[in-house]
């Protein structure tokens, strides 16, 4: 039957529209510290479970001088966030390090997300289209909310780590 199709509804919300993401340079001592205590800071400040963090891809290059780092990690808000929804960060870093030294550079980029997911039939498509417009879009502006504002202490706390000043938006 046509009205008992299957029907799958994604939609993700950028924390920082219209941007996208937040960017975070950095040149000075120990530019690979985040790496060592991004688990705990990740587990404090974005409010996530050792089980929401993931690692997609981890390449280290200790061959040469400097040594190349590109570190991806991804965290999961732990928190109730309701049934379709979920709170995401996405974490990319490229930096480099100078062994002699200790000192180097990176470059990190902040892409926090709400990811909205629901499955059903036509029919359980049609309510949950008129229930989103009318009730669930009010809920789902504060969780975007709350995303941007769990990344702004992030965000203050990396920067903190580092004695860092102003960052860059692009």
């Known amino acids: 039957m046509v009205i008992l199709d299957k029907v799958k509804i994604n939609i993700t919300d950028d924390c920082f529209a219209p941007r996208k993401t937040r960017i975070l340079d950095y040149k000075g001592p120990d530019p690979f510290m985040w790496v060592r205590g991004a688990d705990a800071l990740l587990r404090s400040v974005w409010e996530t479970s050792a089980t929401g963090i993931f690692e997609p891809r981890w390449m280290w290059d200790w061959t040469?001088?400097?040594?190349?780092?590109?570190?991806?990690?991804?965290?999961?808000?732990?928190?109730?966030?309701?049934?379709?929804?979920?709170?995401?960060?996405?974490?990319?870093?490229?930096?480099?390090k100078y062994k002699s030294k200790n000192e180097g550079t990176f470059r990190m980029e902040i892409e926090p997300m709400v990811k909205h997911?629901?499955?059903?039939?036509?029919?359980?498509?049609?309510l949950w289209w008129i229930y989103w417009h009318l009730f669930y879009n009010r809920y789902r502006q504060?969780?975007?909310?709350?995303?941007?504002?769990?990344?702004?202490r992030f965000i203050a706390a990396i920067k903190e780590m580092y004695s860092m000043g102003s960052i860059e938006v692009e």
């Open 64 to 96: 040469g001088d400097p040594i190349q780092l590109y570190y991806w990690k991804m965290a999961r808000h732990s928190r109730t966030t309701g049934r379709w929804s979920e709170i995401w960060i996405s974490i990319r870093m490229v930096g480099f």
């Open 117 to 126: 997911k629901f499955k059903g039939n036509k029919l359980e498509a049609f």
């Open 142 to 152: 504060e969780l975007i909310d709350r995303c941007r504002k769990m990344t702004e």
